[in-house]
């Protein structure tokens, strides 16, 4: 028996299929109790498991915006009718940003497998995929802090990266690269010229503070209380410029 925990950490820091196949069965079910023996009903059941979390994620998916995705596995081994594409991956990489917990366990570059209900020997090790993040390679990065890698022999490899760096925060996609290695041609050497043109390029500007008064509006056959009434920003509203760009916003 393995926790959540481990198996997310897994999952996100040494792309465990296992695990990615676990959780999968274990939110189709509602982590409810499931057949574990190897029976055909039980491999029956399996694979409605794994359809009905495919079908989740394409929900999703389409609730984020993603327009050209399609999922039939939990793990992305490679499948004809299992897709995406660089924006839909950036939105999906974007979303799961947001999450704390995923945001927490993409900067780690090494986990370790708690003991189990069956296993209580040496510690088992694994180390990270995301090479931005390694200090010493090739592909390292300082302003990186995510997110996940993937490789098939048929997408190659491909990587949705994160980086932040001065208070601001960039998604990078690179798919169907060659190799991990080569300091010019590798997916980690694309991510760090995107993030580059990102940071150098690019600015956020914010117009408003929160809780400034943004108008004074008077109301119309108001009361003398309510007929003038203050306009305040409820959050913070910034835009992103090119560096350079003359800003003019209404």
């Keep these: ?3 959540i925990k481990d198996l997310l950490n897994s999952l996100l ?25 190897s029976s055909n009903d039980s491999k029956i059941a399996f694979q409605n498991s794994i359809q009905k979390f495919s079908d989740l994620m394409n929900q999703k998916a ?3 915006g ?6 039939v596995n939990p793990n992305g081994i490679h499948n004809d009718n299992h897709y995406s594409t660089a924006h839909d991956l950036a939105l999906i990489g974007k979303y799961s940003y947001n999450n704390s917990i995923i945001r ?11 003991n189990t209900n069956i296993y209580n020997g040496e510690k ?4 990270l995929t995301n090479l931005l993040l390694k200090k010493g390679a090739s592909g390292y990065y300082q302003y990186a802090n995510g997110l996940k890698t ?28 060659e190799n991990t290695k080569d300091a010019e041609t590798s997916r980690e050497s694309d991510c760090k010229k995107l993030f580059e043109y990102g940071f150098n390029n690019f600015a956020s500007v914010k117009l408003v503070k929160a809780n400034d008064t943004v108008k004074n509006l008077f109301i119309l056959n108001g009361n003398k209380k ?19 760009e003359a800003l003019d916003v209404t």
């Design 62 to 64: 389409k609730s984020l």
């Design 66 to 71: 993603c327009v050209n995705t399609n999922f």
């Design 1 to 3: 028996q393995f926790s």
């Design 150 to 177: 993937g490789y098939t022999d048929a997408a190659k490899y491909c990587i949705i990266a994160s980086a932040q760096k001065n208070e601001r925060n960039l998604i990078a996609v690179v798919l169907h690269s």
């Design 104 to 114: 927490n366990i993409v900067t780690k570059t090494s986990g370790e497998l708690d």
């Design 124 to 127: 088992r090790v694994y180390s």
């Design 13 to 37: 820091i040494a792309s465990a299929n296992d695990s990615a196949f676990a959780l999968a069965e274990y939110v189709a079910n509602n982590g409810n109790n499931y057949a574990l023996d």
């Design 226 to 244: 309510s007929r003038n009434v203050k306009a305040i920003c409820k959050n913070d509203i910034s835009v992103l410029i090119q560096k350079g």
